[in-house]
T-cell receptor, first 109, second 113 residues
Framework: DAKTTQPPSMDCAEGRAANLPCNHS???????VYWYRQIHPQGPQYIIH???NNETNEMASLIITEDRKSSTLILPHATLRDTAVYYC??????????FGAGTRLTVKP | NAGVTQTPKFQVLKTGQSMTLQCAQD?????MSWYRQDPGMGLRLIHY???????DQGEVPNGYNVSRSTTEDFPLRLLSAAPSQTSVYFC????????????FGEGSWLTVV
């Protein structure tokens, strides 16, 4: 599996866009970029995933660089409820997914 | 549609006791897996299964047994509980094809005293 690197923590003002970076320079051609988040004490929640193209859904946007070595998760209008740990994972299949430390995002009023 | 169901939600065990955490899914997923999460830490994969009759070890398998006799169920057994196994346990399931999402249960809080 490709290794990912995320900042350990980030802050964002409520109502502003939260941009969470992820580096995955060893990604293989068939590996997807997945983003999950965990709001204590719940289990991880799926946000979005992509292979090559940028993706958008009702929760977030995923921007993948052309060389696929990095990506950015964008929460367009962060709210206090978006405070969570965000995980960037690069995998083909997800069944035995490994979670790293992630980025702890704190949305401040 | 129940999704991924874990039981029990809370359990207190004495050191040396055995117990089974139950996990069931109704989505016909091939993959099922168990994770543990210690306070302030990330999730670590214990065991996983790619289908009925097939299991494999994850990152932290010691002290745990699993079996997969049906597609729907994937129980996690603690044969002789230790205080180091105090944790929150999450069961998850997904389809095996690439690009699918993984679904998590609500967690089981286990305390070993």
């Amino acid at each position: 599996d490709a290794k990912t690197t995320q900042p350990p923590s980030m802050d964002c003002a409520e109502g502003r866009a939260a941009n969470l970076p992820c580096n995955h320079s060893t990604i293989s051609g068939n590996e997807y970029v997945y983003w999950y988040r965990q709001i204590h004490p719940q289990g991880p929640q799926y946000i979005i995933h992509g292979l090559k193209n940028n993706e958008t859904n009702e929760m977030a946007s995923l921007i993948i660089t052309e060389d696929r070595k990095s990506s950015t998760l964008i929460l367009p209008h962060a709210t206090l409820r978006d405070t969570a740990v965000y995980y960037c994972i690069v995998r083909v299949e997800v069944g035995d997914m490994r979670f790293g430390a992630g980025t702890r995002l704190t949305v401040k009023p | 549609n129940a999704g991924v169901t874990q039981t029990p939600k809370f359990q207190v065990l004495k050191t040396g006791q055995s117990m089974t955490l139950q996990c069931a899914q109704d989505m016909n997923h091939e993959y099922m897996s168990w994770y543990r999460q210690d306070p302030g830490m990330g999730l670590r994969l214990i065991h996983y299964s790619v289908g009925a009759g097939i299991t494999d070890q994850g990152e932290v398998p010691n002290g745990y047994n699993v079996s997969r006799s049906t597609t729907e169920d994937f129980p996690l057994r603690l044969l002789s509980a230790a205080p180091s196994q105090t944790s929150v346990y999450f069961c998850a399931s997904s389809f095996s094809t690439a690009g699918n999402t993984i679904y998590f249960g609500e967690g089981s809080w286990l305390t070993v005293v």
